[in-house]
C-alpha cells in the first residue's frame, strides 16, 4: 500500500501531478533527475510510499531503494554523460541537510576536478583511541554508556 501525503512535492511527482525527469520506476520506488543537480545526471530515488525520515522507512523500501541506486550508478556509467565515479548520498534529518522531508537517495556522478566534496567539520581529522571507539561500538550496541 502506497501511503500519500497530499502537501509534499515528492508524493506530487509519485502522482504525476508535478513535473519531473524520470529515470526510473518500479512498484516500491521512483527515479527522477535532481532539479538543482551536483553534476548532470544527478538523480534522486525516492519511495513511493511517503518516509519523513529512516525512522518511518520500510525495510523493504529501504532496500529496494539502494539496489535502484546501483541500478542507476551503472546507467550514468554506461550513458556518455560524465561519470568516472558516483556518490550515494541520504540526509535524515535537518541537521543532516534534508530539505525535502520525504526520504530520497542521491546518486551523484562524479569526476575528477568537479568541485563537490564532503567538507569536515572541526571535530574530525583526529586519530581516535582504540578504547573510545571500543566505548562508542560497546554503546550502540546495548543501547547504553559503557563503563
Ligand atoms: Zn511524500
Known amino acids: 500500500m502506497v501511503s500519500q501525503d497530499p502537501a509534499c ?3 506530487k511527482i509519485i502522482r504525476r501531478e508535478a513535473p519531473a525527469s524520470i529515470v526510473d520506476e518500479d512498484e516500491l520506488t521512483l527515479s527522477f533527475l535532481d532539479i538543482q543537480p551536483i553534476n548532470p545526471g ?3 530515488v ?5 518516509a519523513a525520515s529512516l525512522a518511518e522507512l520500510g525495510p523493504s523500501d ?3 531503494m539502494f539496489e535502484r541506486a546501483m541500478a542507476i550508478a551503472e546507467m550514468l556509467r554506461q550513458s556518455g554523460l560524465r561519470c ?6 541520504l540526509a535524515d534529518g535537518k541537521a543532516a541537510g534534508q530539505e525535502v522531508f520525504h526520504l530520497h537517495l ?7 576536478g568537479d568541485g563537490f566534496g564532503f567538507r569536515r567539520g572541526p571535530q574530525s581529522g583526529r586519530r581516535a ?4 571507539l571500543d566505548a562508542i561500538a560497546t554503546r550502540l ?3 547504553r554508556a559503557g563503563h
Request: net charge positive; charged share 25%.
Open 84 to 89: 568516472e565515479g558516483v556518490n550515494f548520498h
Open 62 to 64: 529501504g532496500g529496494r
Open 141 to 143: 550496541r546495548t543501547g
Open 46 to 50: 525516492v519511495p513511493k510510499a511517503h
Open 42 to 44: 544527478h538523480t534522486l
Open 106 to 112: 542521491h546518486v551523484i556522478p562524479r569526476y575528477v
Open 129 to 132: 583511541e582504540r578504547d573510545e
Open 9 to 11: 512535492v515528492f508524493c
